[in-house]
């Protein structure tokens, strides 16, 4: 299997974690990727363009980071990340996408020269983000619920080291410093 990859996205380092909480890391080919210069080869593997994509050994492509992290899960060793109690998990992992999503959203737009900026849109996200964090919860494990919710917060304290989420919720900013001692998430620490 191939990975097409950014070690500075969000959303390929949850997909990731997946692979190595799963002991995927020597059947998966990582191919760094950069979207934003618009490459034709990663085009022809998915016409979005967005980042993660996983081919599989036959040629089939899987894009969305949850779609590839579900296959990952159900293909990879051990037992499921997901679990017995998956509304749980689930309702966490939408949480912290939602969290992944908008602090995405402001640090794109915070990207484009100031005069073209709609600081609306960066103040909206932002309040997700603030509501998002102090519903969050995290479990005793580490299920796809909890690999979603430390890459969320692992970005926003890469992108937006700012924002506050570790004064607004420090057992949420204790739970970060002890789940990023896994090597999973020592491996996939952002960069760029």
Known sequence: MKLHFNKASPYVRKV????????????????ETNPWTDPADYHRVNP???????????????????LIAQYLDG????????????VDIYARAGLAQGIMDASYYA??????PEEKRWPDLVRRQ??????????LSV??????????AACALGYLSFRLPDQGWR?????????FDRISERPSMKATVPAG
């Open 16 to 31: 990731y974690v997946t692979a190595l909480e799963k002991d995927l890391a020597d059947r998966i080919e990582i191919s």
């Open 48 to 66: 979005v363009g967005r980042l993660p994509a996983l081919t599989l050994d036959d040629g089939r492509v899987l894009t969305e980071s949850l």
């Open 75 to 86: 293909i990879g060793a051990g037992p499921s990340l997901v679990g017995k109690d998956a």
């Open 107 to 112: 640090v794109i737009e915070g990207r484009r």
């Open 126 to 135: 932002m309040a997700v983000i603030e509501r998002a964090v102090g519903l």
């Open 139 to 148: 479990s005793d494990g580490f299920d796809m619920g909890d690999i979603r």
């Open 167 to 175: 004064e607004a919720r420090p057992d949420l900013a204790d739970w």
